[in-house]
C-alpha cells in the first residue's frame, strides 16, 4: 500500500514569510495528491489539489508543486498571515481502480509568530 | 445544505459496549469513508464504500463494521468497545468511485471508552 511521509512535524514562522511543507509518497502509481488544513477542534478542509499530470498549481498565496520522479510534492504558502495557523495534511491515492481512500502524513503543526 | 452530518458530537462509552456512529451526506456523493484520528497519527481509513451496496477494509478495520444504508448514509459500528478505541471519528464523502474527488469531510464524533 500507499506510505506517506510528512516534514516537519512543527513549523514555526513569523507572519509575512514563507512557509514550505514537503511530502513524499512510495506508490508511483498515486495521482493525486491534496492538501487539507485542520484547525483545532475543526475538521479537515481541502485546501489545494493536484493531479501527476501537472506539475504546479497556484491558489493565491498556496501553491503546490510534484515531481514524480523524485516521488515527492510540497505546500508553498506565502506571505503568511495569523490565520494560516493550524495542522496540515497531505494526502496521495493510487488509481488502482477503486474509491480505496487517501494515505495522509502525519501531519505539519504551521505556528505563525506575530 | 449542510454537506456531511456526524452524529453523535460526543460520546462516552465502557468497554464492552457497543454503539453505531451515524454519517449523512446531502451532496448526492457516491463515496463515503471513515477515518479516525488520534494524535501525531495523522487520519487513518478504516472502511469505505465506492457506491451504494459496497464496501471495503481500509488501513484499520479490526474492530469496526459498516453499513452503506443507501446513497446518503453510512454508518460505523463498534460491536465490543475497546480503550484503544478512543479516538475522533470523521466521516468523508466524494463525488465519483475513484477516490480521486476532493473529500468533504463531517465535524466529526468524539469517543472516548473508559
Redesign the interface.
Known amino acids: ?1 500507499e506510505n506517506v511521509e ?1 516534514h516537519p ?1 512543527t513549523l514555526s514562522v513569523q507572519e509575512g514569510d514563507s512557509a514550505v511543507i514537503k511530502c513524499t509518497y512510495s506508490d508511483s502509481a498515486s ?2 495528491f ?1 492538501w487539507y488544513k485542520q484547525e483545532l477542534g ?5 485546501i489545494i ?1 493536484i ?1 501527476s499530470n501537472v506539475g504546479e498549481k497556484k491558489d493565491q498565496r498556496i501553491a503546490v508543486t510534484l515531481n514524480k520522479t523524485a516521488k515527492h510534492f510540497s505546500l508553498h504558502i506565502t506571505e503568511t498571515q495569523p490565520e494560516d495557523s493550524a495542522v496540515y ?1 497531505c494526502a496521495a ?1 493510487s ?1 488502482g ?11 505539519t503543526h504551521l505556528i505563525i509568530q506575530p | 445544505n449542510a454537506g456531511v452530518t456526524q452524529t453523535p458530537k460526543f460520546q462516552v462509552l465502557k468497554t464492552g459496549q457497543s454503539m453505531t456512529l451515524q454519517c449523512a451526506q446531502d451532496m448526492n456523493h ?2 463515503m ?1 471513515w ?1 479516525r484520528q488520534d494524535p ?6 478504516i472502511y ?3 457506491s451504494e451496496g459496497t464496501t ?1 477494509k ?2 484499520v478495520p479490526n474492530g469496526y463494521n459498516v453499513s452503506r444504508l443507501n446513497k446518503r448514509e453510512f454508518s460505523l459500528r463498534l460491536e465490543s468497545a475497546a480503550p484503544s478505541q478512543t479516538s475522533v471519528y ?1 466521516c468523508a464523502s ?1 463525488a ?5 474527488q ?7 464524533t468524539r469517543l472516548s471508552i473508559l
Open positions: 500500500g510528512q512535524s495521482n493525486y491534496p475543526k475538521r479537515p478542509q481541502l489539489d493531479r495534511f491515492i488509481m481502480g477503486g474509491a480505496d481512500g487517501l494515505t495522509f502524513g502525519k501531519g | 457516491n463515496s469513508y477515518y501525531g497519527m495523522g487520519l487513518r481509513l469505505y464504500s465506492a471495503d481500509g488501513e470523521f466524494s465519483g468511485t475513484g477516490g480521486d476532493p473529500q468533504h469531510f463531517g465535524d466529526g
